[in-house]
């Protein structure tokens, strides 16, 4: 398996107060690897620094990309962070609304994204706007629709698919199912397998949830007040988990 | 000739951290080894380690101490040391584990659960669930019920599916604790079936059986590790 992501002594600040510290971790090609840790920890900012959303303070984030050079996001110009996320990165952000154009119809906003690549062909766009809604169980009918008239599942998984017409290589989900009810959830859950699988795709999903990151992950990061507590697979974090906090996090799980 | 598996001054403790610091000590200088091909079982008293040894040796629990070295792909693995992707990649390949306990996933048919090993390989849906089909054939799970999520059904039903997923991807070593616990004699012994069929393909077994005859069946010898010091 070949390095995606390499993170190096990433550390992020909001004025005095420090939101990520020395974080450092290895991605490889189709991995999901979870961060999890409770509100405040800073998973999310993290998130935010890997995807160029953020700035972070210090730190290295070495991708490789799909031509074979390595790329520093953090030294990278705006433009070539904006054109890695709308072509070999997605972004599935918490609240769909924030990911999505609201005001444009299902079929625009995955149009959108080829056409941000360069794809001009009305014909192609259409019609890969319809393969892609159908395989996030998106009724074609609905392609003309605006996603106000979405339920909060389909828009989520209108967010993704939104992402996945580029193909994308490594997407950043941040809480992809935070806010939906459980049996929604549920097809969310089989659905992302399924592309991770199929398609091949690298995830690092940011969530509270450990059933979610049990589900959906091979590798998993826990942290705390912004650094690293541990990381390792999934299974041992949760089944034999070294540190303190860890085993505090996996403790207090509910079990049904 | 390399061992399947050689695992040298194993030491495991778990620290409580929070529980003052509790320490229970399960291994401190584990030493075996177990051939390619061989089949064993670990014997030993209930909360000796036995369950404990299979989880150290796939990983899922870290090892304080030692080595536990697994044939890998025509070389020598310490799982201990290594880093979490290569043990990814040592299960995909090398290693299967099986338990009585099947983790549902919801939406997920039967099929498609057994035949999940099958597609992290590579193979193709089709045939992958042909195979997966056949295996839940092997071990008594009604057609009419291949294409439903597990969730409902009963728990022998369950266990004999996550069998199923575990003898599917035919691995070169595999870790067996307690497969048949709780199924009836018929059962039993379609599992008992699916063991033999794979030590007849020279996979290498390591097994906690409850029943000493099933044991008698499908093992050369027995390790036990309450022999081992603590």
Known sequence: ?256 | MPQAVSIQNLQKEFILHNQGGTRIPVFSGLETEIGVGESVAIVGQSGQGKSSLLKLIFGTYQATSGSINVLHQGAIFNVVAAAPHEILSLRRSTIGYVTQFLRCIPRVAAEDVVAEPLRDRGMALDEARNEARELLSRVNIPERLWHLPPMTFSGGEQQRVNIARGFAAHFPLLLLDEPTASLDAENRARVMTLIEDARARGSTIIGVFHHADERHRVCDREIDIGQQAK
């Open chain 1, 1 to 256: 398996m070949k390095k995606l992501l390499s993170v190096q002594q990433l550390s992020k600040f909001f004025g005095e107060q420090l939101a990520c510290d020395d974080i450092g971790f290895d991605l490889y090609e189709g991995e999901v690897l979870a961060i999890v840790g409770e509100s405040g920890s800073g998973k999310t900012t993290l998130l935010r620094c890997l995807a160029g959303l953020l700035p972070p303070n210090h730190g290295r984030i070495l991708y490789h990309g799909k031509d074979g050079r390595q790329v520093d996001i953090v030294l990278a110009s705006e433009a070539v962070r904006r054109n890695l996320l709308r072509t070999e990165w997605g972004f599935v952000h918490q609240d769909a609304r924030d990911g999505l154009r609201m005001g444009v119809s299902a079929g625009a906003n995955i149009g959108e994204r080829l056409m941000a690549i360069g794809d001009r062909h009305y014909g192609h766009i259409r019609s890969s706007a319809e393969q892609w809604l159908g395989r996030v169980d998106i009724p074609i009918s609905r392609i003309d629709d605006s996603p106000w008239t979405y339920s909060g599942g389909m828009r989520q998984r209108l967010q993704i698919s939104r992402n996945l017409v580029t193909a994308p290589r490594l997407m950043l989900m941040d809480e992809p199912t935070g806010g939906l009810d459980v049996s929604v959830q549920a097809r969310l859950l089989d659905l992302m397998r399924g592309l991770v699988r199929d398609l091949g795709l690298a995830v690092i999903l940011v969530t509270h949830d450990l059933a979610v990151a049990r589900l959906l992950s091979s590798r998993m990061i826990v942290m705390q007040n912004g650094r690293v507590v541990e990381q390792g697979l999934t299974d041992q974090i949760l089944e034999d988990p070294q540190q303190p906090y860890s085993q505090l996090l996996v403790s207090s799980v509910l079990q049904v």
